[in-house]
């Protein structure tokens, strides 16, 4: 059976997770933005926390793991390439590694880049994978430690998964993403679509997180530095996708 995710919206434009394994009764939070929603969604559903899942550490993902520690004394589990700069784990994972919520166990997957010692966890049975600020809806983590070619590593990691992947990121930034991201693809039917869509769920105060990989590759232009139409649009078709995808971020920062 798969697990139960619920999409918990945190300060001003962050996301938790929450992945539930009704058989056994476990509970994951993926990230700790703030105890104060996560609380209240854990109380209304009657779960218990069993694990929390940490991403990275910038404190917009970690902020309200002593608060909920407090009432909900899970394991927590991060990077063991960061456990320097994380609160203190119980279990510290590193890529290829597994984590059992319930009756399903979650890939650890190292996508630095971001930050280094980033990772994200991925569901397989349930058709999940819990990125934060790695790939993100219409875009990717802002490169703070990370290289470009870090980065599209990771990003190539991510885009191998099966396309009816669930993406579950850090953050309410689709729109202005989407605003980007048609700069430097702007023939992309698709991506005009989607663009529109964004605008009416926010219209309408509905998250447009979590996507579905199969929305990222064929909008997301930081997974289409491969693609001629992405790269003939920012003046260098047939250049190594590393150095594409690194133009785009450049490019992103200074929007």
Known sequence: ????????P?????????????????TALVDAPEAGPILKALETRGWRLSHILLTHHHWDHVDGLGAILA????????????????????MQVSEGDTVRVGGEAGRVIDVSGHTVGHIAFHFPETGVVFTADSLMALGCGRLFEGSAPQMWASLQKLAALPRDTVVCSGHEYTENNGKFAITVDPDNSALQ????????MRGHGEATVPSSLGQELDTNPFLRADDPGV????????ADPVD??????????RF
């Open 10 to 26: 945190c300060l001003s434009d962050n996301y938790a997770f929450l992945a539930h394994d009704a058989e056994s009764g476990k």
């Open 1 to 8: 059976m798969p697990l139960e995710i619920v999409t918990i």
């Open 244 to 253: 594409v995808f690194a133009e785009i971020r450049a490019r992103k920062d």
């Open 193 to 200: 679509a989607r663009i529109k869509d964004v605008a009416a």
């Open 231 to 238: 790269q003939r649009a920012v003046g260098m078709e047939g």
């Open 71 to 90: 009432e909900h004394p899970a394991q927590v589990v991060g990077a063991a390439a960061d456990a320097e700069r994380l609160p203190r784990l119980d």
